[in-house]
T-cell receptor
Framework: EDKVVQSPLSLVVHEGDTVTLNCSYE??????LLWYKQEKKAPTFLFML????IEKKSGRLSSILDKKELFSILNITATQTGDSAVYLC???????????FGAGTILRVKS | DGGITQSPKYLFRKEGQNVTLSCEQN?????MYWYRQDPGQGLRLIYY???????QKGDIAEGYSVSREKKESFPLTVTSAQKNPTAFYLC???????????FGPGTRLTVT
């Protein structure tokens, strides 16, 4: 059975801290891994990763994929209260035209 | 402006009633999806459609039905056969068969 596991399930940090969110997967025919941020309604796209070892960066957020160890991390540096959200990891398979989502990590940044 | 719209935002129904959730997109995307989100469980796929007049069951299709008569529209009906329908429902679309999906704002359904 295809499985995506995120850790931790929830996290509380103070503004300015750096956080690392984890996503591990066991799927057949991996194609890509995606990260989304969900702040109450629609998840918004952050990154799509297809190759191992290549870091994707957007401002204070960055992410990297390890296809040998089957995991990805999402780093957020200098956190702000606006980073408070649920962060979702999803894996796309080569066949089947669908995404398999993890349960998400709830991040709360305190001022 | 372009995007995905879902209506209504909140919906309340009595047990035993069917209810239809609307999803419309003006992005000219071929593929559309319905997900259910419960606390602590992430998103689970209900149904998806890759082209008009065709759709496939996802992982939790029991108690749900869909139609895809127009490219822009993919309504989801929650039937009385769905044993635990109270949840947050998200609709998504994407241009082709690969890559990121774009999500609508969701409908929160409460059945009592």
């Amino acid at each position: 059975e295809d499985k995506v596991v995120q850790s931790p399930l929830s996290l509380v940090v103070h503004e300015g801290d750096t956080v690392t969110l984890n996503c591990s997967y066991e799927v057949t025919n991996f194609r890509s891994l995606l990260w989304y941020k969900q702040e109450k309604k629609a998840p918004t796209f952050l990154f799509m990763l297809t190759s191992s070892g290549i870091e994707k960066k957007s401002g204070r957020l960055s992410s990297i994929l390890d296809k040998k160890e089957l995991f990805s991390i999402l780093n957020i540096t200098a956190t702000q209260t606006g980073d408070s959200a649920v962060y979702l990891c999803a894996v796309e398979m080569e066949y089947g035209n669908k995404l398999v989502f993890g349960a998400g990590t709830i991040l709360r940044v305190k001022s | 402006d372009g995007g995905i719209t879902q209506s209504p935002k909140y919906l309340f129904r009595k047990e035993g009633q069917n209810v239809t959730l609307s999803c419309e997109q003006n992005l000219n995307h071929d593929a559309m999806y319905w997900y259910r989100q419960d606390p602590g469980q992430g998103l689970r796929l209900i149904y998806y459609s890759q082209i008009v007049n065709d759709f496939q069951k996802g992982d939790i299709a029991e108690g749900y039905s869909v139609s895809r008569e127009k490219k822009e529209s993919f309504p989801l009906t929650v039937t009385s056969a769905q044993k635990n329908p109270t949840a947050f429902y998200l609709c998504a679309s994407r241009p082709g068969q690969r890559g990121k999906q774009y999500f609508g704002p969701g409908t929160r359904l409460t059945v009592t």
